[in-house]
């Protein structure tokens, strides 16, 4: 699976960490819905320290379309509420 983190960079992941991913960006979207500010802070910040400490970089020359598309580390709040919602933005592994 690859991730790209706007501002960053791509990372592929192994197939078995999907779950994993999709479980924190579940809480991402939990925390935005019930207004936790400091959780959802948390919780982004967990989910994008999960994919670049558990993906590969790719080269910057290596052109690979992404399968999950995660906004930036300075993604406010405010901006959350439109991205983080229903099911979230990384698809659940039944789906995928």
């Known amino acids: ?18 779950g994993p991913l999709n479980e924190l ?12 500010q400091a959780g959802y802070r948390e919780r982004f ?3 994008l320290a999960f994919v670049r400490s558990n993906g590969t970089p790719l080269a910057d020359d290596e052109l690979i379309g992404s399968d999950v598309l995660l906004p930036p580390d300075d993604l406010t709040f405010d901006e959350a509420g439109r991205e983080f919602n ?11």
């Open 86 to 96: 229903g099911e979230g933005l990384v698809p659940d592994p039944a789906d995928a």
């Open 25 to 36: 960006d579940d809480a991402v979207v939990t925390a935005v819905e019930r207004g936790d």
């Open 1 to 18: 699976m690859i991730v790209r983190i706007f501002g960053d960079q791509q990372y592929r992941l192994d197939d078995d960490r999907h």
């Open 45 to 47: 910040d967990a989910l």
